[in-house]
Each structure stands twice: as C-alpha cells, then as structure tokens.
C-alpha cells in the first residue's frame, strides 16, 4: 500500500509560467515532508522541506504548500526555467526527532519545462 | 556533488550470483541509509545504520545484508540474486540519523543489472 502518492507521471509546462506539483499521502503519523529533484544518472538533490506545524514554506522560487487536513502537499515553481526539467519527488517521514528517519517516497512526477 | 560516494557505478551480473556496493558518506555524518529503485517506482527504504549500528529496517529482502564499518563507510551486500534486482540502489547520509531534522544527502547511486 502506497503511503506517499504522486498522481501525475508527468507535468509539461512553458517557460515563465507555473509549475504545481501535487503529492497525497495517506499516513496521519507523517509529521515531515520534503521535495527531492532527480536528474538522470545522478542521484536526488533536496529542494525544500516543510514539517507539519506549518502550512507554507518558501525558498526563493520554490514554495510548498501543506493542507493536513485533506492531506495533501503540493511544490509551486514559479517561474519555470528549462533547467528545472527533472524528476520530482516528494517524501515523508513519521515520529520527528526520533531515532528512525528513513523517508517514504512517491514514485515521482516528471516535469518538462519548454522553451 | 553531495559528497556521498558510491562504488561501482554500474554492475552487470548473472543470476544467483552475489555482489557488493560500497558507500561512503559526507564527511562527518554518522547515518547512512540505503534506498532501493527500481523501474518506474519510488525509491524504496532498505536499511538505515547509526555509528556501526543498525537502527531501522524497511523491505529488505533476507537475501540482502548491509553493515557499517569503524570508518562509517557501509556496504550492501545482495545475494543469490535474482532478474527483479536490478534497479539502482542509493546510499544517503545525515549527521545524526533523527527523523525530521537532518536533510538526506544521497550519493549518485550504483545501477545494478541481472542478467
């Protein structure tokens, strides 16, 4: 049973404009979240993260979005550039500060950015 | 560069055979953990080590083992290995190894291939 799912295989946007990448998890526990971006032949680059006291956290132009209520966490790019064409993965973690912090992943979203 | 490396790269083997990938971490950080990726699916926890210490396990097959040495570095070892092990295997790293506090840093991985 899949506890962090990414829905869309694959995002296309144009340049300049939004990219909204949504992630659902179904473990109430998850107390942690965070955004990896994978390119091939290398391994996941963290991006940003947001714990579940906040709703929001920003990074320059990478915003995440946390609604514990439905859920559900979303990563907003804004503006896309080519360059964030990549694989993105979300992931979660349970019982923060504790001993074990191995993270659960989604299968990933892969995301063209078009000139 | 993350500053987690992984040997070999890329390893090619036959069925039952048994092979070793070797990991070490970001200078510093005492945790590594071990994910698993195969086709088209998220990575999937393994294995976490703490100083030499096992502290969490996920789906590890019981034909997989892993340790941690005095120096940190760790190694995986998979045997009697089967088609459906090949995947790319990831190694990452934190300080202290606590849930939620530490950003992973993983390593390019090791693409394994069973023939």
């Known amino acids: 049973d899949q506890q962090v799912k990414q829905n869309s295989p694959s995002l296309s946007v144009q340049e300049g404009r939004i990219s909204i990448l949504n992630c659902d998890y179904t473990?109430?526990?998850?107390?942690?979240f965070l955004w990896y971006k994978k390119y091939p032949a290398e391994g996941p680059t963290f991006l940003i993260s947001?714990?579940?006291?906040?709703d929001k956290n920003e990074d320059g132009r990478f915003t995440v979005f946390l609604n514990k209520s439905a859920k559900h966490l979303s990563l907003h790019i804004v503006p896309s550039q080519p360059g964030d064409s990549a694989v993105y993965f979300c992931a979660a973690s349970a019982g923060y500060g504790g001993s074990q912090g191995n993270l659960i992943f989604g299968k990933g979203t892969k995301l063209s950015v078009k000139p | 560069d993350s500053g987690v490396t992984q040997t070999p790269k890329h390893l090619i083997t036959a069925t039952g055979q048994r092979v070793t990938l070797r990991c070490s971490p970001r200078?510093?950080?005492?945790?590594v953990y071990w994910y698993q990726q195969s086709l088209d699916q998220g990575l999937q926890f393994l294995i976490q080590y703490y100083n030499g210490e096992e502290r969490a396990k996920g789906n590890i097959l019981e034909r997989f083992s892993a340790q941690q040495f005095p120096d940190l570095h760790s190694e995986l070892n998979l045997s009697s290995l089967e088609l459906g092990d090949s995947a790319l295997y990831f190694c990452?790293?934190?300080?202290?190894?606590?849930?939620?506090?530490?950003?992973?840093?993983f390593g390019p991985g090791t693409r394994l291939l069973v023939l």
């Open positions: 473990n109430s526990m998850f107390d942690y």
């Open positions: 200078s510093g950080d005492l945790s």
């Open positions: 947001i714990s579940s006291i906040k």
């Open positions: 990452a790293s934190t300080p202290t190894g606590l849930a939620g506090e530490e950003t992973q840093y």
